[in-house]
């Protein structure tokens, strides 16, 4: 079983400054992670993910997140926001022994607002 | 590519009734999907792996009989509320799987919003 925490329900931030969305999880197997995306009244969208390779991954609009296995954290980056990356981030976790398939354990969300 | 589409975007009924929601996978085949509900401001609970030909595998505390789906092409799965009430009102969010490449990850249609009188 998986869980995953996200430690900030809510995070403020100014246009133009540096922003970081924790992210633990804790599994017995080894975990794919992913962060989402969800805008008001939307669903969810891919943001960036961590399969295997390079610990950091990137995402096309700027935002990054490390895999570090030793601290069992995904934490997301970007440093620079704008209003338009006011969203609900969502982190994510599954397990990819075998017979999970693949399910997604979710945090409970941190909810990005960027004021100008 | 990898879109996932919901049909209804937005549902009204009363109580009683039944609703079907689709979730269809537009540009990819998708063997397994993935049905969640997720209340105002917090995360999106799995209900129901839905998978292609076979009967669906429902989360601890989902009531089957309740939800019904039917998974019954590689880019179709339906989920259907029965005898809604007002409790049932939520966002309900489908999510599919290509079975062809990128198997680890899912992709998300937009959303039903269920609103139950």
């Known amino acids: 079983a998986q869980s995953v925490t996200q430690l900030d329900s809510q995070v403020p931030v100014f246009e133009e400054a540096p922003v970081e969305l924790r992210c633990n999880y804790s599994?017995?197997?080894?975990?794919?992670l992913f962060w989402y995306v969800q805008y008001p009244n939307q669903g969810l969208q891919l943001l960036l993910k961590?399969?295997?390779?390079?610990?950091l991954v990137e995402s096309i609009n700027g935002f990054e997140a490390e895999f570090n296995k030793s601290q069992t954290s995904f934490h997301l980056r970007k440093p620079s926001v704008h209003i338009s990356d006011t969203a609900e981030y969502f982190c994510a976790v599954s397990g990819h022994s075998g017979g999970s398939n693949y399910k997604l354990t979710f945090g409970k969300g941190t909810l990005l607002t960027v004021n100008p | 590519g990898a879109v996932v589409s919901q049909h209804p975007s937005r549902v009204i009924c009363k109580s009683g009734t039944s609703v079907k929601i689709e979730c269809r996978s537009l540009d990819f085949q998708a063997t397994t999907m993935f049905w969640y509900r997720q209340f105002p401001k917090q995360s999106l609970m799995l209900m129901a792996t839905s998978n292609e030909g076979s009967k669906a595998t429902y989360e601890q505390g989902v009531e089957k009989d309740k939800f019904l789906i039917n998974h019954a092409s590689l880019t179709l799965s339906t989920l259907t509320v029965t005898s809604a009430h007002p409790e049932d009102s939520s966002f309900y969010i489908c999510s599919a799987r290509d079975i062809t490449s990128d198997q680890e990850t899912q992709y998300f249609g937009p959303g039903t919003r269920l609103l139950v009188l």
């Open positions: 961590y399969l295997s390779g390079s610990t």
């Open positions: 599994s017995s197997v080894s975990v794919y």
